[in-house]
C-alpha cells in the first residue's frame, strides 16, 4: 500500500515540477479553493491558534489572516514540488541570500554551526543555503512513516547538496563529526510544539501565551561548542523571498540555559507580528498546558 501510494504521489509531483511558475501559481489557486472552501483542511487549528495569537484583532482581521495563510500553504507546497526540477539559476533568483558573509565569516571560526529557523515563509528553499557555503550542510526532518514519501522527501530537500538527517540520528552523526573533525551547518526548524517530557520541558512565552519549546538545538549546540544562527525569511512576492541571517551567538557555552533558544522565540514572534500570513498555522502550537499531567 505504501508503495501504491508513492507510485500515485510521485508522477503528480514530477508534472507538477515542470509547470512554468505563472501556471504553478494558477494551480495553487485552484488547490486553495478545494483545500480552504471544500475540504477546510485543519480549519479549525488555524482557526482557534490565529485566535489564540491575536485576541486584539476582529473577526473579520483575523479571517483576513487566515484566508491569506491557505493560499500561502498552497504556495509553498507547490514549491516544494518545484524544487524536483528547478534549476540553480533559477533557485537563486527566487531565494536570495542578503548577507551571505554574516554566515562565511563565522565559518572561519572552526567550529559547526547550529542554523535555527522557523515554518515561516518558505523553509523548503532555504536548502539551497548549501550551495553557497563551505561547511557540510546537513537538514534535521522528522522521519515520515511511508518510507518511499519518506525517500522522497529526502530527494526533493536533498537537491542543493544538503544531506537529511532524522531527528533520531542527529545527536550520532553530530557527534561523529565532531570525532572526524569534520564541519557541519545543522538546520533546525524549532518553532513547533515539542515532544511532552515531563521535567525536560522548558516554558516561555509565545505569541503571549506560556507554552513549552523546543530547546534540542541550543543543547546540541551547547554540548558540541557550536556557533548559532538564526535564519529569517520574508517573503518579498508571490515565488520570491530573501533570507539574511544574524548570529544568536558565537560562544554558546558561556550563555545562560535557554537564553538562545528564548531569543529564537523572540525573533519568530517578531516575524509573525510583522506579518502573519506567510506563517504555518496548521499544527496544534498550544496543545500542552503546565497543569496537564
Known sequence: MQFLLFLLIYPILWLISILPFPILYLLSDGI???????????????????????????????????????????????????????????????????????????????????????????????????????????????????????????????????????TKETRNVIEQNKLDHVLGLYGFISDQTPRKSGTMMHWYTFLGVETPIHIGAETLAKQYDMNVVYLKVRKVKRGYYEASLEVLSEDVQSVPNYEVSELFIRKVEQQIYEAPEFYLWTHKRWKHKKNQN
Not at 480549519?43 to 482557534?48: F, L, M, W
Not at 515554518?119 to 512513516?145: C, D, Q, R
Open 32 to 166: 486553495y479553493v478545494f483545500v480552504y472552501y471544500i475540504i477546510g483542511y485543519r480549519k479549525k487549528t488555524v482557526k482557534e491558534n490565529i485566535a489564540i495569537a491575536f485576541p486584539n484583532l476582529s473577526e473579520a482581521e483575523r479571517l483576513n489572516i487566515e484566508k491569506k495563510s491557505y493560499h500561502h500553504l498552497c504556495d509553498i507546497f507547490l514549491e516544494m514540488a518545484k524544487t524536483m526540477t528547478i534549476s540553480r539559476k533559477e533557485i537563486d533568483k527566487r531565494f536570495v541570500f542578503t548577507n551571505m558573509q554574516t554566515y562565511l565569516e563565522l565559518e572561519k571560526k572552526g567550529k559547526s554551526i547550529a542554523l535555527l529557523m522557523a515554518h515561516y515563509g518558505s523553509y523548503e528553499w532555504s536548502v539551497s543555503i548549501n550551495h553557497h557555503i563551505n561547511f557540510i550542510g546537513y537538514g534535521v526532518y522528522k522521519k515520515l512513516a511511508n518510507k518511499y514519501l519518506d525517500k522522497l522527501v529526502i530527494d526533493i530537500r536533498s537537491k542543493f547538496k544538503a544531506e537529511l538527517i532524522s
